[in-house]
């Protein structure tokens, strides 16, 4: 089946893209790729790719496709791809890590000069800023689970795949990591105040 009939198939599943690909299908592969390449781009962001989230997302995809036969369809092919996601940002950090102290960096960037929005339009940009500011400040267990959770709109067993943990191991890492959210952003209005 060609790129054309797969544009035209009105409900082409996970499960089949995956049956096609490992059978060589490119285009079933490529369908995969145009579905779920906004999703992982957004999950190696939230996860501290950075500028580097698009070597992140290429790098995630060319694994996934050489492990399609280690896929076993258990939790899906999103939780699936956005587990490769989330260790190729990991091994990003590591990479980065060694070369002395990229990490802080990139962790606090300067923000470019923006033209003045309307008052509504910075109000919402500063929430989003200071929630990303303070997720940043969560150790690296913390801010993952939190992004696959509330970020990425992962349900619990999608997120223990992604991150390679137990589901009751999400449930409590997720209680916790939003006790030190909270925590954080309480201290911040405080000294707004």
């Known amino acids: 089946m ?3 009939e797969l544009d035209k198939a009105t409900e082409l599943d996970d499960a089949t893209a995956v049956a096609r ?7 079933a592969y490529e369908f995969l790729v145009a579905h779920y390449t ?9 996860l501290g790719a950075g500028a580097e989230a698009d070597d992140v997302v290429q790098e995630a995809m ?10 076993r369809g258990e939790a899906g092919f999103k939780a699936w791809l956005l587990a490769i996601v989330a260790n190729e940002t990991r091994n990003l950090h590591r990479s980065r ?11 606090h960037h300067e923000e470019p000069a923006v033209a003045p929005d309307p008052a509504e339009s910075a109000m ?16 690296g267990r913390d801010r993952e689970v939190l992004v696959c959770r509330y970020l990425l709109d992962l349900s ?4 223990a795949v ?3 943990v137990r589901k009751g191991t999400v449930k409590s890492r997720t209680s916790r990591a939003l006790t030190r959210l909270r925590s954080l952003l309480a201290g911040e209005e405080g000294t707004d105040a």
């Not at 060319?62 to 896929?71: D, E, H, P």
């Not at 919402?124 to 150790?139: F, G, I, T, Y």
């Open 2 to 4: 060609g790129g054309a």
């Open 21 to 27: 690909a490992r059978a060589g299908d490119l285009d």
């Open 38 to 46: 906004v999703p992982a781009h957004r999950a190696a962001v939230l």
């Open 62 to 71: 060319v694994k996934a496709y050489r492990q399609l036969s280690s896929y």
């Open 97 to 107: 890590q060694r070369r002395d102290g990229l990490v802080l960096r990139a962790l």
């Open 124 to 139: 919402a940009r500063e929430r989003r800023e200071s929630l990303v500011e303070q997720l940043r400040r969560l150790d």
């Open 156 to 159: 619990e067993a999608e997120t």
């Open 162 to 164: 992604a991150l390679g």
